[in-house]
């Protein structure tokens, strides 16, 4: 009778396992928070800043819990902005974000580009 307790024994302990191993693997948080590097030719506005945080937030990015997000601004200074795009990519941000002002006396926006977005073609692999 022993052996047969020793096998149910065995069984559930195989089971109960086998069911808590999904759930240990869902509670394991990633090593390091995602990066976001985000790069403004003018100063960020809290108006601004609260709408990428807000649409981050609507993807479930949340800064502080699962997101860094590192701000860079120009300052109106084009020439600044190569250097801080550098300096993103020493920090190893996993993506930068742009967000650029034509300012005055900039070129005007080219006709292709105040047209309609195109419908994104798709690309099949054939074998």
């Not at 396992?17 to 948080?29: C, F, N, S, T, V």
């Not at 981050?56 to 997000?69: H, M």
């Amino acid at each position: 009778m022993t052996s047969v307790m020793d096998r149910r024994t065995f069984m559930g302990t195989l089971a109960g396992g086998l069911l808590a191993a999904p759930l240990a693997a869902e509670a394991q948080q990633p090593a390091r928070p995602a990066t976001i590097g985000v790069l403004a030719s003018a100063e960020f506005t809290e108006a601004v800043r609260g709408a990428i945080r807000d649409g981050l937030r609507d993807q479930g990015y949340v800064e502080g819990q699962n997101i860094v997000i590192e701000w860079r601004s120009a300052e109106g200074r084009s020439d600044r902005a190569a250097a801080l795009a550098v300096e993103l990519a020493h920090l190893k941000v996993d993506v930068i974000g742009t967000r650029a002002r034509r300012t005055a006396g900039g070129p005007p926006p080219s006709p292709a580009s105040a047209a309609a977005p195109r419908k994104a073609s798709r690309c099949s692999a054939t074998t």
